[in-house]
C-alpha cells in the first residue's frame, strides 16, 4: 500500500543513499557533489514542512517535495528510488500527493530531462510557454 508521510531525520539514511545516485544527481542542479549525511540532516531541517517521503508497504521509495510560490501555485519535484523505477510508483505517488491539496491548486515543474518530461505528460501536466509545465488540481 502506498502512503505518503511527512520526512523526519530518521530517513536521513535513505536520502544519503539515493541523492548519491548518478541519475538523481543528474536531475537536479542543487545536489553538491560531496555530500556528506550531516548536510542532508540540515537540509531535511530546512524542508521538513515542504517534503513527503512515499512509502510502499511501509518502506520509503521515494519523495516528491513542494514549495509554496503563491497565489496557490507550488513548485514540485521528486524522484523513486532505482529499483522501484518505472512500475508506475511516482505516477501512483502523485495522485495520492495533489489529494492533499484543495481543488484548483496549480503545480508547476520544470523536467531536467527526456524521462522527467514523459512523466510530467502522462501525468497531466501541460507545457506552457515559459518552460514550466503545469497541473491543476480538480
Ligand atoms: C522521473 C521519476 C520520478 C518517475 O517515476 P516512476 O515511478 O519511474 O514513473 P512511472 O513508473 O509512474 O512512469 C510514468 C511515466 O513516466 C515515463 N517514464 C518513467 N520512466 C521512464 C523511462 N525509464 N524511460 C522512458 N519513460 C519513462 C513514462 O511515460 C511512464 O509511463 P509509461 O510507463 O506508461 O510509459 C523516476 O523515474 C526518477 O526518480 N528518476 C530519476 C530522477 C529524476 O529524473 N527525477 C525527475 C527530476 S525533474
Redesign the pocket.
Known amino acids: 500500500m502506498m502512503n505518503l508521510r511527512k520526512i523526519s531525520l530518521a530517513d536521513s539514511g535513505f536520502f544519503f543513499e539515493n541523492l548519491n545516485d548518478p541519475?538523481?544527481k543528474k536531475?537536479?542542479n542543487n545536489i553538491p557533489d560531496k555530500i556528506t549525511l550531516d548536510d542532508i540532516k540540515q537540509q531535511i531541517n530546512k524542508i521538513k514542512d515542504n517534503c513527503f517521503v512515499i512509502e510502499f508497504d511501509g518502506k520509503p521509495i521515494?519523495m516528491r517535495y513542494f514549495w509554496n510560490l503563491g497565489d496557490n501555485i507550488f513548485d514540485t519535484?521528486?524522484?523513486?528510488t532505482k529499483d522501484?523505477?518505472?512500475?508506475?510508483?511516482?505516477?501512483?505517488a502523485f495522485e495520492e500527493f495533489v489529494k492533499k491539496f484543495q481543488n484548483d491548486t496549480i503545480f508547476r515543474?520544470?523536467?531536467?530531462?527526456?524521462?522527467?518530461e514523459?512523466?510530467a505528460?502522462?501525468?497531466g501536466f501541460i507545457k506552457d510557454r515559459d518552460g514550466f509545465w503545469y497541473f491543476q488540481n480538480k
Request: aromatic fraction near 16%; charged fraction near 25%; avoid cysteine.
Open positions: 541519475e538523481i536531475s537536479y521515494g519535484g521528486s524522484w523513486i522501484f523505477r518505472r512500475k508506475g510508483f511516482g505516477s501512483i515543474m520544470k523536467p531536467k530531462n527526456p524521462i522527467a514523459k512523466f505528460s502522462r501525468n
